[in-house]
T-cell receptor, first 113, second 113 residues
Framework: DAKTTQPTSMDCAEGRAANLPCNHS???????VYWYRQIHSQGPQYIIH???NNETNEMASLIITEDRKSSTLILPHATLRDTAVYYC??????????????FGQGTILTVHP | EAGVVQSPRYKIIEKKQPVAFWCNPI?????LYWYLQNLGQGPELLIR????????DSQLPKDRFSAERLKGVDSTLKIQPAELGDSAVYLC???????????FGPGTRLLVL
């Protein structure tokens, strides 16, 4: 399994950009990087995913380095409702665990007023 | 479009009692997942279904846990008998296919006394 490493916690001021890093140095060429978040007492919420190119949607932007060994999730204008645990996951692309999401500890993002 | 529906949202039982959780995936999603989330941890996959077939149940404790997905739509996860250590959140997710984005339900929070 390609493992990911994320900081345990981060803080961000409301209205500022939140940049959440993730290392995935053992990622394979056909494995996607997925980001989910989990707000307290809710199920994980899909944010964005990418393979090689940078991606943007209505929630966030995903920047993947050229060597694909790390990525950054960007929330351009963080709000208090963005306070959550953010998970960076490499989606397995082969074997019996094809398509399996393996969640780590994630990053606890706290957005302050 | 309706999301993944789970019921009940909360369940309190005494140890050694049976308990069942129900999941209705997003319409048209062929792949269904059950995850277990212990307090302070990320979700862990218990079982994955492709239509009505369980294709990855390696993490399901088969001595007391069982699951079914009759007709390839709704699914039920059962524990019999429940133990104190089974207290956790049970999450259901679905995706159009095994390599595609998974969408999670709100989860069922189980407390075994």
């Amino acid at each position: 399994d390609a493992k990911t490493t994320q900081p345990t916690s981060m803080d961000c001021a409301e209205g500022r950009a939140a940049n959440l890093p993730c290392n995935h140095s053992t990622i394979s060429g056909n494995e996607y990087v997925y980001w989910y978040r989990q707000i307290h007492s809710q199920g994980p919420q899909y944010i964005i995913h990418g393979l090689k190119n940078n991606e943007t949607n209505e929630m966030a932007s995903l920047i993947i380095t050229e060597d694909r060994k790390s990525s950054t999730l960007i929330l351009p204008h963080a709000t208090l409702r963005d306070t959550a645990v953010y998970y960076c996951i490499v989606l397995q692309a082969g074997g019996t665990s094809y398509g399996k999401l393996t969640f780590g500890q994630g990053t606890i993002l706290t957005v302050h007023p | 479009e309706a999301g993944v529906v789970q019921s009940p949202r909360y369940k309190i039982i005494e140890k050694k009692q049976p308990v069942a959780f129900w999941c209705n995936p997003i319409s048209g999603h062929n792949t269904l997942y059950w995850y277990l989330q212990n307090l302070g941890q990320g979700p862990e996959l218990l079982i994955r279904y492709e239509n009505e077939e369980a294709v990855d149940d390696s993490q399901l404790p088969k001595d007391r846990f069982s699951a079914e997905r009759l007709k390839g739509v709704d699914s039920t996860l059962k524990i019999q008998p429940a133990e104190l250590g089974d207290s956790a959140v049970y999450l259901c997710a679905s995706s159009p296919g095994k390599k595609e984005t998974q969408y999670f339900g709100p989860g069922t929070r189980l407390l075994v006394l």
